[in-house]
């Protein structure tokens, strides 16, 4: 398939899946009680702790692999079982099924294993003429419905009672009722007697422990014990990821998995077996295959490696807005999800996740919930670096990164002559209601704000700053939004800070922070923006640089960093930055001590806060915005999920996913409404942008406003 | 504090769909049975109930005691007796040491699992049981051990919670004090 198929067919599927409500309502539903249930599993733990001991451990494991697989293997067999290294999923399968054809099996039953997944052991058994059932209840529906799993702990949570109770009819031949009592104790009668007639069991496991060559298996259902019970033979499909060195390792493991899968302290069953335990008088024949398949490669990868730290939980899953939205079938490939993109590039091949790790977001919520203490965004965004790289960032975006971004002054004077291009469409006003033709669509469900007739470098000579002594000296860097779309919250930080005795710089030269080019796969631009930038912040020598947009935060304070770590001239320059980098809430709060300032100020206001992204999980700021705004006398709400995605995602909304974003957008909004607020605050001129846009839209009579603009109007 | 562990403990289990009872002696416990299962019990190999002579006890009340066999036992059996090796608290889960194949089906195939545990071998949490399983590793060549939390359960069709999927559609923990102290001991 070309790229231009590989992407139709792809778009195709996120239209299709936007068109099942029930799909989106499952997901919502499920991520909400499970949020509850989690935040009551972990409580009296210690979650931040606990993921940092299981990624340090699982790192041992990775930089010590040989050791750890020699380790396991010794103890296998020395407790009876055949361990085979397999290199690939051919090779695993192969390995399977000419065991079973050798011993003359007829009948395997399997237990749920996100490995056989991987491998398509399924297809392969069949192919080898060999009767396979899947017993996880999950599984076996999809078996029956012909479907791969659409999430990796509950495979079938997209399929409806009815479509299980029509699957389940075939099986039987009568019409069996959608009741899941009734369909439960259907599957426990049609399945036991396979159990009993099985010459294989497989299933997978959750760790491979090397001190003692044993396997633990994780689960609920039952249905796994008896696999590895009744029938005479058991294979073990494991990943090689699942190596831990000890038994306290595997509990650790074990003590987290349930809890953040499912919200469960712990699963109904936990199984240690090790080596070829009794079975029907003799020793059972347990066969373990240890599977790699790209993840030694993965292991050296030095961008992407932290993934094999990866427990499969599934919970990068059940928080995602895009999952919440698309499901697994489209956000994902075998492995599904944050995890699943980066996954499927190592596992299934780049080809199979470019679409995929288009698809997020960046939201970094799954950051925050992740055991294993991965970084996926930044995973992922590697990856579409490399995809950018390998496939090229599409002829329209190289034009602009390369031709026109990089030149600061072309940059900004194109965006000049679009002020006056757009009067048009503005109608003298400053958003957009409707564009023309095919753009129509991005004016469907929110406006746009118009650009500003002057930028605000062009304003900021008129701004007058008369204070005497000022505390701090701060360069404002003020990304693109609020330069030449919002430049009237430059005037209001530019007013709030001058109340706090601060003088603002505004350094001529910054230009575009780089991140629509990073993430877009753009590397070489990046690095461009991120040097010019370096250059004009740091220029005078400022106390602090003050940003008002989260992400350009981000920008300065992580990824120009990393850009230029390897760079002896600039990352010295990058660093510093960093350091005196911070949004202007919290700068206000920490370094200001904003609370006693706003003393005399009368907001009063409902005012209901919504928590950027990259400002929450990426700059770590939540705490000091709502502060702010209760200091300076308003009523703060709290939202539903106001630490979700609006949907915005700069080019997400625009170019890549616009029909994702409107109903992540469409969510917020209903939070928003639901509050009872007439503000609604933020810290981010782009969720603003797409929260204020959703609101005209939709004529609902809720303020969008940045925090900084609700100070200002304080101080009025 | 023994008894606010298996206070901890029944709490939990509970949670979980477990049935927690205190049992007096063998008297109480076929009555037990007696009002909950009408077909063939396997009573697994459990060290710690050989000295309770339950065959006997159980044959005398009526029930219908299976004591070996269990492959092809198990397929009609309606509950599985075992001991335990010991509790913890904080997850109300029991640990069997299953690597006597009896056990396995017993605790597998029937609908009903009644494990008998002493409440003395309760521990909190599952890092203290990690010493444990190091023994069991050391003393056991082959070892197949098993954590058990309230009924099988699955929640995988529209994520609705439904008991008894594939293994048990009851647990029932039956503490029995004078049984065993030894958490090695099943």
Known sequence: MNKQERSRHYQDRVRKSLQKPHLQDTLHRFADAYVAAREAAFAGHDFEALRVAIGEMKDQVRDNLSRYQAEFVANAEAAGATVFLAQNASEANAYICNLAKERGVKKVVKSKSMASEETHLNRALNEADIETLETDLGEWILQLSGERPSHMVMPAIHML??????????????????????????????????????????????????????????????????????????????????????????????????????????TSYITWIRGAVPCADESKELHIVLLDNGRTALAESPHCRDALRCIKCGACANVCPVYQTVGGHVFGHVYISAIGVILTAFFHGLDNA????????????????????????????????????????????????????????????????ASLLQKPLTRGERTIRHLPLFFSGLTDWRTLPAIADKPLRDLW??????????????????????????????????????????????????????????????????????????DAL??????????????????????????LKDNPVWAEKAQRLAAITLDVSRFI??????????????????????????????????????????????????????????????????TSHPDIAREILGDKIQDINASGASCVAMDCPGCLMQIRGGLEKQEIAVRAKHTIELLAETLS | MPNQLVAQFTLAAENVGAEVHAIA???????????????PLLLAPCPSLERLDLPQVMEQA??????????????????????????IAATGTVVLESTAEAVRIATTLPEKHFVLLDPQKILETADQAVPLLHKFHQQLPQAYLAYISGPSRTADIERVLTIGVHGPSELHILLMEGLSDDPMER
Not at chain 1, 593 to 619: I, N, P, Q, W
Not at chain 2, 63 to 87: H, K, P, S
Request: net charge negative.
């Open chain 2, 25 to 39: 002696d063998q008297q109480e416990l076929t009555a037990y049975l007696g009002k909950r299962i009408d077909g």
């Open chain 2, 62 to 87: 009526g029930l219908n005691v299976v004591i070996d066999n269990f492959r092809e036992q198990g397929a009609v059996a309606v509950a599985g007796l075992t001991g335990a090796n010991f509790g």
């Open chain 1, 538 to 563: 740091l220029q005078d020598n400022p106390d602090y640089v003050i940003t008002s947009c989260p992400t350009c935060t981000m920008a300065l304070q992580r990824d120009f960093t990393d850009l």
């Open chain 1, 161 to 266: 009672k009815e479509e299980v109770a029509e699957l389940f009819s075939e099986v039987t031949g009568k019409e069996e009722p959608a009741e899941i009592p009734h369909l439960v104790r259907l599957a426990r009668k049609q399945l036991r007697q396979a159990y009993l007639d099985a010459d294989m069991g497989i299933t997978g496991a959750n760790v491979a422990i090397a001190e003692t060559g044993g396997i633990a298996l994780v689960t609920n259902e039952g249905n796994a014990r008896l696999t590895t019970t009744l029938p005479k033979i058991h294979v073990a499909l494991v990943g090689l990821e699942k190596l831990v060195p000890t038994i306290e390792d595997a509990n650790r493991i074990i003590n987290v998995l349930p809890k953040n899968a499912t919200g469960q302290l712990i």
């Open chain 1, 461 to 534: 000579v008129n701004i007058p700053q008369k204070i005497d002594k000022p505390r701090y000296r701060v360069a404002f860097f003020a990304g693109c939004l609020n330069d030449f779309v919002y430049p009237e919250m430059g005037l209001d930080l530019v007013k709030v800070l001058n109340h706090l005795n601060v003088e603002v710089t505004f350094p001529m030269e910054q230009s575009c922070c780089g991140v629509p080019a990073l993430y877009s796969g753009d590397r070489g631009t990046a690095v461009a923006m991120a040097e010019q930038n370096l």
């Open chain 1, 589 to 654: 709060v920490d370094k200001l001590d904003g609370k006693a300032l706003f003393a005399d100020a009368s907001g009063g206001e409902k005012v209901t806060y919504h928590d950027s992204c990259h400002l929450k999980r990426g700059a770590g700021v939540w705490e000091q915005p709502r502060q702010l705004l209760s200091d300076s006398g308003h009523e703060l709400t709290e939202m539903a999920h106001s630490d979700r995605c609006c949907g915005f995602g700069g080019s997400y909304s625009f």
């Open chain 1, 354 to 417: 470019a679409e995929l790790v288009r698809a997020c977001i960046g939201c970094r919520s799954c950051v925050a919930i992740c055991p294993s203490n991965i970084d996926l965004e930044s995973i992922i965004l590697h990856l579409r670096e490399v995809i950018g790289e390998e496939e090229g960032v599409g002829a329209g975006k190289s034009l602009v990164f390369k031709q026109v971004m990089r030149n600061r002054k072309l940059f900004h004077g194109m965006l000049r002559a």
